[in-house]
């Protein structure tokens, strides 16, 4: 089983970065794809990235390619998600969250697969 903590959020101005972590319990984190989601009040949770269990395949919703970088260092039970050029639109609460999976390049961005979740963090980029 692993556990997940998210850390980095903080309130920032337009263009600012931000960088934020999910610490994972447990000594398995490798076999777990990653994923960052994030969710605005009103509004459904949305995937923001996703990475495989080895780091090489990654995937960004179209509103933060280029902006966004997500990553992970297996040795570290690690996830994190570099944000730059931050706007006020990514205000939100990021959860990141995990699933176990069988092939090491596969990710997945749809929040149905994902069976562990963190208790999210908020970003709140103002104008």
């Known amino acids: 089983q692993v556990q997940l903590v998210e850390s980095g959020g903080g309130l920032v101005q337009a263009g600012d970065s931000l960088r934020l972590s999910c610490a994972a319990s447990?000594?398995?984190?490798?076999?777990?794809?990653m994923g960052w989601f994030r969710q605005a009040p009103g509004k459904e949770r949305d995937v923001v990235a996703a990475?495989?269990?080895?780091?090489?395949?990654?995937y960004y919703a179209d509103s933060v390619k280029g902006r966004f970088t997500i990553s992970r260092d297996n040795a570290k039970n690690t996830v994190y998600l570099q944000m730059n050029s931050l706007k006020p639109e990514d205000t939100a609460v990021y959860y990141c969250?995990?699933?176990?999976?069988?092939?090491?390049?596969?990710?997945?961005?749809?929040?149905?697969?994902?069976?562990?979740w963190g208790q999210g963090t908020q970003v709140s980029v103002s104008s």
């Open positions: 447990g000594r398995t984190f490798n076999f777990y794809a």
């Open positions: 969250a995990a699933k176990f999976a069988t092939y090491t390049e596969d990710y997945y961005a749809d929040p149905a697969h994902y069976t562990k």
């Open positions: 990475i495989s269990r080895s780091g090489g395949n990654t």
